[in-house]
């Protein structure tokens, strides 16, 4: 029995888990193993600087800490410091923020307007409808304080020491948002500030017919009226030829447009122990409450603490029960047999008084 027992317990309930990198020093060392409790009851009370297991949409799975909960808001400066309601702190050579940023996690219910979020919060409110499922596109525009100006202005300003594509701007990560707006500031007039605004529609990319396959549906249509093979081998030669020299490019088809998003999760922000090169929450965005699937345990006080103890202590229940019955099932079968004995013993004494 002890042996189900722990067969259970190690595919059900505990799971050793291989930190492969150094994201979560000095607490856990590269290559060190820990211990994560997969039943909910072990995640049901998170809290700040918890450690869980996480799983992204890729089926990855991250060994983060948890640094703010649902409802929390929290403030990164540029310089690393984070303030929290819970705690205060500072990141070693932090570098996903360029800018200071306050930042509300969502909880269940939540009703965010898009046009207030700020531009982190916008980032992670897309790829949270993202990993919905959801077909989410953005149109970007440009301002100079209330005036909108040409979107084209764009195109002149470099991330990385390459040209800005229109056809990117609308999903760059906010970090190279804000410096493509400080490029455009320093080469407009006036002392309004420049800012790229976002709207949010339901929408599709959908790639239009090529002149090769209207060609190839016309060619269709005319052979079931002519069996002119001469005509049907030109009209293939031509559409050959239209895909060659036409290339068909995705266009965006705008559906309703977005400007509430109704939260269905609690949220977390959850992130490394170091400050750099580090994927987590500042780079991903909110992490739901069912991308978390389990919490570290320190092995072996807490474990046994939690389960082992508890386990034992069933089994040791359920054992008295069962000896119990065995110990009454032994004797109601002892003094059946002596009964039946007994019988057979009287039965034969008369005939042995008759000889």
């Known amino acids: 029995m002890f042996v189900g027992v722990a067969i259970f317990v190690r595919l059900y309930v505990f799971e050793p888990v291989k930190i492969m990198d150094a994201s979560m020093t000095p607490k856990f060392k590269e290559q060190s193993i820990v211990w994560m409790c997969k039943i909910p009851q072990c995640f049901a009370d998170l809290e700040d600087q918890k450690i869980v297991w996480a799983k992204l949409n890729s089926d990855e799975t991250q060994v983060r800490s948890v640094l703010a909960m649902p409802g929390d808001t929290i403030e990164i400066s540029d310089k690393g410091k ?36 700020n531009d982190v919060e916008q980032d992670y409110i897309i790829s949270y ?26 195109g002149s300003t470099k991330i990385a020491n390459r040209q ?14 804000y410096l493509i707006e400080e490029q455009i500031r320093q080469s407009e007039p006036g002392n309004a500030p420049i800012k790229l605004k976002r709207q949010l529609f339901y929408g599709k990319m959908q790639v239009p017919k090529t002149e090769a396959e209207s060609v190839s549906q016309d060619s269709t249509a005319d052979t079931t009226k002519t069996t002119d093979s001469t ?4 009209d293939s030669v031509k559409a050959t030829t239209a895909a060659t020299t036409q290339k068909a490019q995705a266009v965006k088809v705008y559906g309703e447009q977005i400007t509430e998003i109704i939260v269905k999760d609690d949220c977390f922000y959850l992130v490394c122990k170091k400050g750099t090169n580090c994927p987590d929450s500042r780079e991903l965005g909110y992490f ?32 008295a029960i069962v000896v119990d019955i065995w110990t009454k099932a032994s004797s ?5 047999i002596d ?3 007994e019988h057979f013993k009287k039965e034969e004494q008369p005939a042995e008084n008759e000889n």
């Open 82 to 117: 984070v303030k929290s309601q819970h705690r205060n702190f500072k990141w070693k050579g932090e570098d996903a923020f360029i800018q200071t940023r306050r930042i509300y996690v969502p909880k269940d219910g939540d009703t965010l307007v898009f046009s207030e979020l």
């Open 339 to 341: 009964g039946i004995k």
């Open 129 to 154: 409808l993202r990993d919905k499922g959801e077909n989410v596109l953005v149109k970007t525009t440009l301002w100079q304080g209330d005036r909108e100006i040409n979107i084209e202005r764009v």
């Open 164 to 177: 800005v594509s229109l056809n990117e701007i609308d999903f760059l990560p906010w970090q190279d948002r």
């Open 288 to 319: 739901t409450r069912n991308q978390i699937i389990g919490s570290h345990v320190a092995w072996p006080d807490k474990i046994k603490e939690k389960f082992i103890e508890p386990v034992m202590k069933r089994v040791r229940f359920a054992t």
């Open 231 to 234: 005509k049907v081998a030109a």
């Open 332 to 336: 109601a079968v002892s003094n059946k």
